[in-house]
């Protein structure tokens, strides 16, 4: 899979099905759509990769830790074949990238001071507006 980490053919299910919507007699002959099925916890990926990928908030991962996958793109089973297998490649790339944390900033007291005084600028500008009075 990646430059560290491969996978199997034997770990990863592929199955030929029909596509769905519109491509004429075709679509109704020819099984071109692509199901990829990948057992995390079977699989031999090492224990940090099956950890995160399981912690994936990802609908294409059931509560029993399989991947599934449906490419049907393409109008020819191996494009979809492809474009399955690196759909998985980069759902599992993604799994290992590590966000960096954030570090709460303050406004400087410059900022807090150029903030205070433009609404006390705003503040004298609409009460100098005045009130109009209408007397009967």
Do not use: C
Request: proline fraction near 4%; glycine fraction near 4%.
């Amino acid at each position: 899979m990646s430059s560290q980490v491969a996978i199997p053919d034997s770990e990863i299910e592929l199955q030929a099905v029909r596509s769905q919507g519109a491509g004429g007699q075709n679509v109704n002959k020819v099984a071109t759509a692509i199901h990829l099925r990948f057992d995390i916890p079977a699989s031999s990926l090492p224990e940090h990769y099956k950890t995160r990928l399981l912690a994936l908030n990802d609908s294409r991962i059931t509560k029993d830790g399989v991947i599934n996958l449906k490419s049907q793109a393409y109008r020819t089973q191996l494009r979809n074949k492809t474009d399955a297998l690196e759909r998985l490649q980069q759902l599992i790339r993604a799994a290992m990238v590590v966000k960096k944390k954030r570090k709460p900033t303050k406004p400087s007291k410059a900022a807090k001071k150029r903030r205070l005084d433009s609404k006390a600028k705003r503040a004298q500008q609409k009460a100098s507006r005045g009130r109009v009075r209408y007397e009967d």
